[in-house]
C-alpha cells in the first residue's frame, strides 16, 4: 500500500521487480538507473552474493512529479531469485503497490518461470494481495540471445505459462541491450499510480 505523507503531500510507491535467479531483474534497475542518472538523485543500492546477483534488493527512488498536488515517488526494488532467500524476498514484498515479473524467455528455464510465479502468490497471500487485484506487468527478458543460437521460448508458451488466467500486459525484452526496459517500467508506473488514485486521489 503506498504510503502517503499528507503533510508533505508525498505519495510513496513501491513497485517489485520478481522473477528466477539470474531472469535479468537487477539488469533491468541498472538500464533505468544508467538511462535516467540525471533524474535521480540518489544511488542504487546493490548487494551482490555468491550464487545470486541480488541478496536483498536494489532501491532507486525514482520522481516523476506531481499529481493532483501530490508528489510521487517511485521506489524500485528487485528480489533475490534464489529460494534459500524466499523470507527476504516476501519482506521486500511488503508494502508493494506494483509488480514486474521478470521471467527468463530461454527454454530451460520454463520450470523456474512457473515455479517462481506460484511462489509470488504465495508470498502475496501472506500480505492479502494477489495477482487479481494487484497492478503488474510480465517481461519477457533475453529475447536477445535468439541471435547467439540459444533456445527460447515463443511469447505464446510463455503467456500460456504464465499468463492465461490473468491478460496482464507483456512485454519481450532485453534488459542487456535495453529492448523494452523503459516501455515495461512506464507501463507498470502506470498502471499503478491509476490503481492509487482509485484508491486516494
Known amino acids: 500500500m503506498a ?3 499528507l503533510k508533505s503531500k508525498v505519495i510513496q510507491v513501491k513497485i517489485v521487480y520478481y522473477g528466477p535467479g539470474r531472469g ?22 546493490t548487494v551482490k552474493t555468491h550464487g545470486d546477483r541480488t541478496l536483498f534488493f536494489d532501491f532507486l527512488p525514482f520522481d516523476i512529479g506531481l499529481i493532483n498536488g501530490y508528489n510521487i515517488k517511485i521506489q524500485l526494488y528487485t528480489v533475490p531469485g534464489q529460494v534459500k532467500y ?9 508494502g508493494v503497490d506494483g509488480v514486474v515479473f521478470v521471467a527468463d524467455a530461454m ?4 520450470e523456474k518461470n512457473i515455479q517462481s510465479l506460484e511462489n509470488l502468490q504465495e508470498n502475496l497471500t501472506s500480505y492479502k494481495k ?11 527478458n ?7 543460437g540459444i533456445p527460447l521460448l515463443p511469447v505464446d508458451v ?7 488466467e490473468f491478460h496482464a500486459p507483456h512485454f519481450p ?5 535495453g529492448t523494452n526496459v523503459v516501455a515495461t517500467l512506464k507501463k507498470i508506473i502506470s498502471m499503478t499510480i491509476a490503481s492509487i488514485k482509485k484508491e486516494f486521489l
Open 24 to 45: 535479468g531483474k537487477t539488469t533491468n534497475l541498472e538500464y533505468i538507473y544508467q538511462k535516467f542518472r540525471q533524474r535521480i538523485n540518489s544511488e542504487m543500492v
Open 86 to 94: 524466499n523470507a527476504t524476498r516476501r519482506l521486500v514484498l511488503r
Open 3 to 5: 504510503f502517503v505523507n
Open 173 to 177: 525484452a532485453s534488459a542487456v541491450k
Open 130 to 140: 494477489g495477482l487479481n487485484t494487484l497492478p503488474w506487468v510480465l517481461q519477457y
Open 107 to 110: 527454454t530451460v528455464r520454463r
Open 158 to 164: 510463455l503467456e500460456g505459462d504464465l499468463n492465461r
Open 142 to 148: 533475453k529475447i536477445d540471445l535468439r541471435e547467439q
